[in-house]
């Protein structure tokens, strides 16, 4: 039996977000297309055997039972009956507020760990039917792939994309998702297109505009990637990124950028998932 596993919990981008409906319920329709990056936070988890979950070091501003991981580790631990425990210990890499789906891919990692930890035999379908009440995003890390989204985000078709290199820039400044959807000037009116309209990855954000009139830090950071082609948000912000043609070439823009960033390329196959299949690879030997 496993008692440790390690794994990556890589961010996301929104290539285009457009916003179709607003439901009864709150939530906002949207169609967006999901693509991975090889830039993750890292979870550790030990396995425990009186039940206990905890986690450290805790996060600043977010309490132990709102952290998305506990919550995921406690449902998960409820719904199997399961009567283990465990203990996580999370390397934080990807910035908060920041559109790149930290939370989610944290909580979607945790039960795909716990799931092998606790030898439950879920499937993906499961957990993601788990995981989708604690954000929206959580089924896209679950599944593990590039995919055209529907509904809330969690309607997904896989769809290989080019991995391109990407510059990402971080502005000092966290953004809460429930104000942005919140916001009396989000349009939500988009009309919806099929996937063979998107393959040019050439949509607009919409929250962009909400975002940059509520963030000049966002729009600042937008307006100087734009001079070298097609910047963007994602999600509800506040990272803004740029394709470009090489890892070199977006090093070269972040080191002359007045932002803080980073630099990563993406991927079609969630870096978690490719962990999983060598774990997996090593106990069948």
């Not at 991975?36 to 936070?41: A, C, G, H, I, N």
């Not at 959580?138 to 989204?149: D, L, R, Y």
């Not at 509800?236 to 390329?265: H, I, M, R, Y």
Request: proline share 5%; net charge negative.
């Amino acid at each position: 039996m496993t008692s440790f596993i390690s794994l990556p919990s890589p961010a996301k981008l929104n290539l285009f977000l457009h916003i179709t409906g607003r439901r009864a319920d709150g939530y906002h329709n949207l169609q967006t297309i999901f693509q991975f990056l090889d830039y993750s936070d890292t979870l550790n988890f030990s396995l425990r055997d009186d039940g206990k979950i905890t986690l450290s070091p805790a996060l600043t501003d977010v309490a132990f039972d709102d952290n998305l991981i506990v919550k995921a580790a406690k449902t998960l631990q409820q719904a199997s009956q399961c009567p283990l425990g465990v203990d996580i210990q999370l390397n934080k890499q990807i910035p908060m507020g920041a559109g790149l789906g930290g939370g989610s891919s944290n909580a979607a990692t945790t039960l795909l760990a716990l799931n092998v930890l606790w030898q439950l035999n879920w499937t993906n379908q499961q957990l993601a039917q788990l995981g989708l009440p604690l954000g929206a995003d959580v089924p896209i890390f679950i599944f593990g792939h590039s995919a055209w989204a529907e509904g809330i985000g969690e309607h997904l078709t896989p769809l290989p994309l080019a991995e391109n290199a990407y510059l990402i820039l971080t502005p000092a400044c966290q953004i809460s998702t429930r104000e942005i959807f919140s916001h009396p000037s989000l349009t939500r009116d988009s009309t919806p297109i099929k996937v063979a309209a998107s393959e040019a990855q050439d949509g607009r954000n919409d929250c962009e505009s909400v975002v940059k009139a509520l963030y000049p830090a966002v729009d600042d950071a937008l307006s100087w990637l734009r001079q070298y082609g097609k910047g963007k948000l994602t999600g509800t912000g506040s990272c803004v990124f740029l394709a470009c043609g090489s890892l070199e070439q977006a090093q070269k823009l972040l080191n002359e950028s007045p932002f803080d960033g980073f630099v990563a390329k993406g991927q079609n196959t969630s870096p978690t998932h490719q962990e999983l299949l060598l774990l997996s690879k090593k106990s069948n030997t």
